[in-house]
């Protein structure tokens, strides 16, 4: 009897024991390592925000999560997650024996691992340190590293990695982005039942997403609900109000990203402020982009190029038919429309802040951004710079202008050249106006104004501008140089701000946590007095309302602009502004084949141009509509014709006078 009892109390103290001697072995024989829950920096979504402060996209790498701090954690999200994972989590050193022996007790009974007892802590260790398979060796590394964590690690910063480290399903990772993207909402916006199925989802995910199982997870919410009022945690009318709500749940796409060509161009810029962590740092970067003039811009391109494929199909079901008829007809049979594409930029012309940018019809299609990238000839719409020159050298709208041909030698390699440029129209006038010859973007009459300034002081003039690259020779009066339109959009604030030339900005600020990591620094460049930019901009206003972008003229609001196509129609552009906001719209095949030969700036881009003021008009009504004229301008009606002088730029009457005072004088 006696050995019995013997042999009876030696195994109750070996299996007393053997657990601890388990500790001890495993505590010995490896090195428990906790430093990534010590300064825990997890991979964090960087999100993006327009002018507004809306949101526009989020990028990750890896794992979608929102860092949200200890006191950002509303209390009652605390009390119902241990209410349903770990009621006395505030007690327990990172362990729960008690909770242990009866989950060993009932995996005895079911000759498996049924049940885990982990604490918050546990769990917390598993995710973050251990794998999830169920061997015995993983869970006592579990229990050492649990109490290790507890040792190093308050019980509120073992909450915060908890509830920012943990999976919630749908892809989102952390609280703070399961409150966000199943509900839209901060996490002080959240109703108890909402918190009650956040606190819920960890147990298992995919089974209890919202998105996937709405009754399944509202059914985990209500025993979260009911385990808060059993404890007491609620009364009895928070209990009832709670199971009765139905919480709306969204179902987005991770990324929700929708300005994908604003994503790719600051992430293009980023590496440029030295950040290369933008993916996993947690950024929050604050553009400049109004998303809602931002779609605008995009179903104003889309809307344009469907325009001129159906065009393009008019003219090629027409000329076949004229060349069945006629087959001595020259006819273009073999336009490849599937190369069309374009791209608009909008800023505000006085910041410069770049309000919308597209670039490409299409950017699931095509993703590469044209209106920052690529680089096309303007044609046309870079003469206003020219005749800005000539009008601050005292030129005037009223001042007259050969438009005749003329054939120009050159020599090239050793060979001697001939140049014969000509009018869209292949016509001349003879003579007209500067403003005549503006607006009807005359080629003859531009070539002469050139002549005259002289190239080599016109080139000089043009380093106000700070273009570079300019051709130096007399192509330049037809826009041989090759921009984009970006950058185009950049020369074009010095008439759409009064002569002040500002850079442009896609970033206004960037954050990560509470530092400013980048912010925006105003450029700007003085290009001419206000009274000679709005000289310019009147006779842009006349191009609109009687010439060559006749087609961008929208109702209820004055706009300026300049058409530009390029030799045999490869490029299509319009160029132009509204009292504050300044867009370039551009139109071309991707391989800088011609277009269709009807296609012409004014008609492809211009409608695009029109349709995104009348979205702008209607999106923002109270707009500045008319332009100022700035003192110092004078209106002098001249046969009839309303026309704007300034000191440097004086009516004709006065500077007849000054010519015969200064006869009288010699």
Excluded: C
């Excluded at 995919?206 to 609620?234: C, D, F, H, Q």
């Excluded at 003021?613 to 309303?642: A, C, H, S, T, W």
């Amino acid at each position: 009897m006696k050995t019995v009892k013997n042999i009876f109390f030696t195994l109750l103290l070996l299996g007393f024991l053997t657990p601890f001697l388990v500790l001890g072995y495993f505590l010995v024989g490896e090195d428990y390592d906790i430093s990534s829950l010590k300064e825990y920096k997890p991979s964090l979504t960087t999100r993006f925000y327009d002018k507004n402060g809306e949101k526009i996209a989020n990028i990750f790498q890896g794992e979608h999560r929102y860092y949200a701090e200890f006191n950002e954690i509303p209390p009652r999200v605390i009390e119902a997650l241990l209410a349903i994972e770990d009621t006395t989590f505030f007690e327990h050193p990172g362990i729960n024996i008690d909770a242990i022996f009866r989950a060993i007790i009932k995996d005895i009974k079911a000759g498996k691992l049924v049940e885990g007892a982990s604490t918050i802590t546990q769990q917390l260790v598993k995710n973050r340190l251990l794998t999830r398979e169920k061997k015995i060796s993983r869970k006592v590394k579990e229990l050492i590293y649990a109490l290790k964590v507890e040792m190093a690690l308050s019980k509120e910063e073992i909450l915060e990695r908890y509830l920012n480290e943990i999976y919630f399903g749908h892809g989102y990772y952390g609280i703070k982005t399961a409150a966000d993207g199943y509900f839209h909402k901060k996490l002080s916006d959240l109703t108890l039942k909402e918190m009650a199925l956040l606190v819920g989802l960890p147990k298992a995910p995919s089974t209890y997403a919202p998105t996937k199982n709405y009754e399944i997870s509202m059914g985990r919410a209500n025993r979260v609900i009911a385990r808060m009022y059993a404890l007491g945690w609620i009364d009895e009318d928070t209990y009832n109000d709670a199971l009765l709500e139905t919480p709306q749940v969204f179902d987005d796409t991770l990324t929700q990203n929708s300005a994908p060509f604003i994503v790719d161009e600051v992430l293009r810029r980023a590496a440029e402020f030295g950040i290369d962590d933008i993916k996993s740092g947690g950024y929050e970067i604050y553009t400049t982009i109004d998303i809602r003039l931002q779609e605008a811009a995009r179903d104003s391109l889309k809307k344009a190029y469907d325009m001129s494929v159906k065009r393009i199909d008019g003219y090629i079901e027409n000329d076949k038919r004229r060349f069945a008829a006629n087959p001595d007809l020259e006819v273009q049979l073999d336009v490849n429309t599937s190369i069309l594409n374009g791209a608009l930029i909008s800023l505000d012309s006085k910041t410069g802040d770049i309000l919308a940018l597209v670039g490409s019809v299409d950017y699931q299609t095509s993703s590469y951004n044209r209106a920052t990238q690529g680089r096309r000839q303007p044609g046309s719409a870079f003469k206003p710079f020219i005749y800005q020159v000539a009008i601050d050298l005292g030129y005037s709208g009223a001042t007259e202008l050969i438009d005749i041909a003329r054939t120009y030698t050159y020599e090239k390699d050793g060979e001697e050249l001939k140049w014969q440029p000509k009018n869209y129209e292949k016509n001349y006038k003879g003579l007209l106006t500067l403003r005549e010859a503006l607006v009807h973007s005359r080629n003859l009459a531009t070539i002469n104004l050139v002549n005259d300034i002289g190239l080599s002081a016109l080139l000089r003039e043009f380093k106000k501008f700070g273009i570079a690259n300019l051709p130096p020779d007399l192509s330049i009066a037809l826009g041989s140089i090759t921009l984009s339109p970006l950058e185009l959009a950049k020369y074009y604030t010095s008439f759409a701000n009064g002569g002040i030339q500002v850079e442009p900005h896609l970033i206004r600020y960037i954050d990560k946590g509470s530092t400013t990591v980048y912010e925006k620094a105003e450029r700007t460049r003085f290009i001419t007095e206000e009274t000679q930019a709005y000289i310019m901009t009147t006779i842009l206003q006349d191009v609109i309302k009687k010439g060559t972008g006749r087609r961008a003229n929208v109702r209820g609001i004055e706009l300026a602009g300049k058409t530009g196509t390029t030799n045999n129609n490869v490029d299509g552009w319009f160029a132009g502004y509204s009292p504050t906001i300044e867009t370039v719209v551009w139109f071309g095949n991707d391989d800088n084949t011609p277009m269709h030969r009807r296609e012409t700036g004014g008609k492809i881009a211009g409608p695009a141009f029109a349709m995104f003021y009348e979205e702008v008009l209607k999106l923002y009504p109270q707009i500045q509509r008319k332009f100022e004229m700035p003192d110092g301008v004078m209106k002098v009606n001249i046969n009839g014709k309303e026309e704007f002088f300034s000191d440097t730029s004086k009516p004709p009457r006065v500077e007849a006078e000054v010519n015969s005072e200064e006869m009288l004088l010699f």
